[in-house]
């Protein structure tokens, strides 16, 4: 009797691979079908077959790898940047009771602003530069990084700095190992949404107008009605995207090592 | 004081006769009249009330009372975890003006670093007072070996039994030789059996180390088994109430639990607690 249930919840297991396997397939097919098929209007709604040949175009003319470089450069350095400030000044305000005072309030009232709305001021302040679109990005990744830092370094246990104050654990060490280190199961959940928070604001920035990138092609694509080459755009940027995400939590899992 | 009708049997549990004073010269810690006083929204909490102690060196005192008494924050003073509100706290002849390696501690919860191997976390005392890494892990592997840990040595904390991170936790304290360890319930979250065995450890290792040694606990046998003194604080404010030797022989051994010798000495002593705590209590009625 266990043995039936053991075997029909084994079938059951196997069914749903299955499915799981072809749910994309379907959904391409389906897609494909109903832009054949003149229900839609094709030129809106192309079907995945014109989406695949305009992303080879896109990759046979070069321009490719120039805007994923573009995009990726962006999304990288600011995410670092924005990273990096957020973690030093998390520590400081989280460790010290003046820095914080100085910074959180200010810190609280700027980081509920949607980096978005950003925009025209960057405009404003850098043009159409790469600066600009690498503030976008800091901004956006800084707060998040900031918030889940100074938290941490707030909710290590007292305990860890009071057996490290017993051992003649110098100040410097304090900070550098047992709050940083206490810190960081919080502080890898902050870059982790900081990971798409940083291609949010990717997308902002190019569409502010850029000379490449993935999002400023999609943009190009979409005023020249080629909505196959805007949905293979779509597609590079949701690929890119779970594929960082992917990696961090990779990473991230290392990250926290002794667990 | 002692029941006139259990005449001094084998009460080897006497009223410390030359119980050390905080004037006595070559004590290791005195404690001089110290106050502490916390700050909570409602007002002051006095926690630790006028204490006066001394310990001399090699000695181990244990510190029972109940729950909320100012054990802990009496031994954190003597930590220089925690500074006085009036009185004085001094360690080898210096003020504890905060934590120093000379004084070692052991908390309820291990609190090792969970990021650190059990070798590491051992090491951590020898690396921060500035020795190199070869003599910080040689340090550690004589002290892995002490506790019987061999084996677990590259070993993360969480993977460790409560019993065997406690271990960690002494041998951690114990990395810096301090002159004087300090231990809060050490054996307080673990369970019977395993504090057994805990204590029997202890017992061995003390013949080893040469540290003085303060031990609070809520437990009346694993004081008198444990210690040469038994300090006895009132309910809050947290006062001393007695200061009574153990004449116990040593070695000892968690065996002498069930010897009737034993038990009758700890009779007297819990006679002793609670004819103080109904003092205490009647005390308090006629205040109020
Ligand atoms: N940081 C603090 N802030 C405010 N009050 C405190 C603080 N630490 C201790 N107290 C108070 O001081 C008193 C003594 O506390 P303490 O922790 O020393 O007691 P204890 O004897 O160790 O109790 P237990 O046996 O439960 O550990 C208590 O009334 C407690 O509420
Ligand atoms: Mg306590």
Same mark, same amino acid.
């Not at chain 2, 010897?259 to 109020?288: H, N, W």
């Given at each position: 009797?266990?043995?039936?249930?053991?075997?029909?919840?084994?079938?059951?297991?196997?069914?749903?691979?299955?499915?799981?396997?072809?749910?994309?397939?379907?959904?391409?097919?389906?897609?494909?079908?109903?832009?054949?098929?003149?229900?839609?209007?094709?030129?809106?709604?192309p079907?995945?077959?014109?989406?695949?040949?305009?992303?080879?175009?896109?990759?046979?003319?070069?321009?490719?790898?120039?805007?994923?470089?573009?995009?990726?450069?962006?999304?990288?350095?600011g995410?670092?940047?924005? %990273?990096?400030?957020?973690?030093?000044?998390?520590?400081?305000?989280?460790?010290?009771?003046?820095?914080?005072?100085?910074?959180?309030?200010?810190?609280?009232i700027?980081?509920?602003?949607?980096?978005?709305?950003?925009?025209?001021?960057?405009?404003?302040?850098?043009?159409?530069?790469?600066?600009?679109?690498?503030?976008?990005?800091?901004?956006?990744?800084?707060?998040?990084?900031?918030? %889940?830092?100074?938290?941490?370094?707030?909710?290590?246990?007292?305990?860890l700095?009071?057996?490290?104050?017993?051992?003649?654990?110098?100040?410097?060490?304090?900070?550098?190992?047992?709050?940083?280190?206490?810190?960081?199961?919080?502080?890898?959940?902050?870059?982790?949404?900081?990971v798409?928070?940083?291609?949010?604001?990717?997308?902002?920035?190019?569409?502010?107008?850029?000379?490449?990138?993935?999002?400023?092609?999609i943009?190009?694509?979409?005023?020249?009605?080629?909505?196959?080459?805007?949905?293979?755009?779509?597609?590079?940027?949701?690929?890119?995207?779970?594929?960082?995400?992917?990696?961090?939590?990779?990473?991230?899992?290392?990250?926290?090592?002794?667990? | 004081?002692?029941?006139?009708?259990?005449?001094?049997? $084998?009460?080897?549990?006497?009223?410390?006769?030359?119980a $050390?004073?905080?004037?006595? $010269?070559?004590?290791?810690?005195?404690?001089?009249?110290?106050s502490?006083?916390?700050?909570?929204?409602?007002?002051?909490?006095? #926690?630790?009330?006028?204490?006066?102690?001394?310990?001399?060196?090699?000695?181990?005192?244990?510190?029972?009372?109940p729950?909320?008494c100012?054990?802990?924050?009496?031994?954190?003073?003597?930590?220089?975890?925690?500074?006085?509100?009036?009185?004085?706290?001094t360690?080898?002849?210096?003020?504890?003006?905060?934590?120093?390696?000379?004084?070692?501690?052991?908390?309820?919860?291990? +609190?090792?670093?969970?990021?650190?191997?059990?070798?590491?976390?051992?090491? +951590?005392?020898?690396?921060?007072?500035?020795?190199?890494?070869a003599?910080?892990?040689?340090?550690?592997?004589?002290l892995?070996?002490?506790?019987?840990?061999?084996?677990?040595?590259?070993?993360?904390? +969480?993977?460790l039994?409560?019993?065997?991170?406690?271990?960690? #936790?002494?041998?951690?304290?114990?990395?810096?030789q301090?002159?004087?360890?300090?231990?809060?319930?050490?054996?307080?979250?673990?369970?019977?059996?395993?504090?057994?065995?805990?204590?029997?450890?202890?017992?061995?290792?003390?013949?080893?180390?040469?540290?003085?040694?303060?031990?609070?606990?809520?437990?009346?046998?694993?004081?008198?088994?444990?210690?040469?003194?038994?300090?006895?604080?009132?309910?809050?404010?947290?006062?001393?109430?007695?200061?009574l030797?153990?004449g116990? $022989?040593?070695?000892?051994?968690?065996?002498?639990?069930?010897?009737?010798?034993?038990l #009758?000495?700890?009779?007297?002593?819990?006679?002793?607690?609670?004819?103080?705590?109904?003092?205490?209590?009647e005390?308090?009625?006629?205040?109020?």
């Amino acid at each position: 009797m266990s043995v039936g249930r053991r075997s029909r919840a084994n079938a059951a297991g196997r069914l749903s691979v299955l499915v799981g396997v072809l749910s994309v397939p379907t959904f391409v097919g389906v897609w494909e079908l109903i832009a054949r098929s003149r229900i839609v209007n094709a030129v809106l709604f192309p079907p995945p077959s014109t989406v695949a040949v305009a992303v080879l175009d896109w990759i046979h003319s070069g321009q490719f790898f120039g805007d994923l470089s573009a995009s990726l450069f962006r999304v990288t350095a600011g995410f670092l940047i924005g %990273a990096t400030g957020g973690i030093v000044l998390g520590v400081l305000t989280g460790e010290f009771r003046l820095v914080s005072s100085l910074l959180s309030p200010l810190f609280h009232i700027l980081r509920p602003i949607p980096p978005i709305a950003f925009v025209p001021i960057v405009i404003l302040w850098f043009g159409l530069s790469e600066a600009g679109k690498l503030f976008l990005v800091v901004w956006g990744v800084f707060f998040t990084v900031w918030l %889940a830092t100074h938290i941490g370094v707030q909710k290590v246990d007292r305990g860890l700095i009071r057996a490290a104050l017993m051992l003649g654990t110098p100040r410097r060490q304090m900070l550098s190992e047992i709050v940083l280190l206490g810190a960081l199961p919080y502080i890898v959940v902050g870059l982790r949404t900081a990971v798409s928070i940083s291609f949010y604001t990717l997308v902002a920035a190019e569409l502010a107008g850029a000379f490449a990138g993935i999002v400023y092609r999609i943009e190009i694509a979409q005023q020249n009605m080629q909505t196959g080459q805007v949905m293979g755009g779509l597609a590079a940027l949701g690929l890119l995207s779970f594929v960082a995400d992917r990696s961090f939590a990779a990473i991230a899992e290392r990250a926290v090592w002794w667990r | 004081m002692h029941n006139p009708l259990r005449p001094a049997l $084998p009460l080897r549990l006497v009223d410390a006769p030359p119980a $050390p004073s905080s004037t006595t $010269p070559q004590a290791i810690i005195r404690v001089e009249d110290l106050s502490i006083v916390f700050d909570v929204p409602r007002g002051q909490v006095i #926690a630790v009330d006028r204490v006066s102690l001394a310990v001399m060196p090699g000695e181990f005192v244990s510190l029972v009372g109940p729950s909320g008494c100012g054990k802990s924050t009496l031994l954190n003073a003597m930590a220089g975890l925690e500074q006085p509100f009036e009185g004085l706290v001094t360690v080898a002849g210096e003020s504890m003006l905060g934590p120093r390696p000379d004084v070692g501690m052991v908390f309820q919860q291990p +609190h090792l670093f969970p990021w650190k191997s059990v070798r590491r976390n051992i090491a +951590h005392g020898p690396r921060a007072l500035g020795k190199s890494k070869a003599e910080a892990l040689r340090i550690a592997d004589d002290l892995i070996e002490m506790i019987g840990l061999t084996k677990f040595a590259n070993a993360y904390p +969480h993977t460790l039994s409560g019993g065997m991170q406690q271990r960690v #936790a002494i041998a951690r304290a114990l990395a810096n030789q301090p002159r004087v360890l300090l231990m809060d319930e050490p054996f307080g979250a673990l369970d019977a059996q395993t504090r057994a065995v805990m204590q029997d450890n202890l017992l061995e290792l003390r013949g080893r180390i040469n540290a003085t040694i303060v031990f609070v606990t809520h437990d009346i046998d694993e004081a008198i088994l444990l210690s040469d003194r038994v300090l006895i604080m009132s309910a809050g404010p947290g006062r001393i109430l007695r200061d009574l030797s153990v004449g116990l $022989p040593r070695p000892r051994s968690s065996a002498i639990l069930t010897d009737p010798a034993y038990l #009758a000495l700890k009779r007297d002593c819990l006679d002793l607690i609670r004819s103080e705590g109904r003092k205490a209590f009647e005390q308090m009625e006629t205040v109020a």
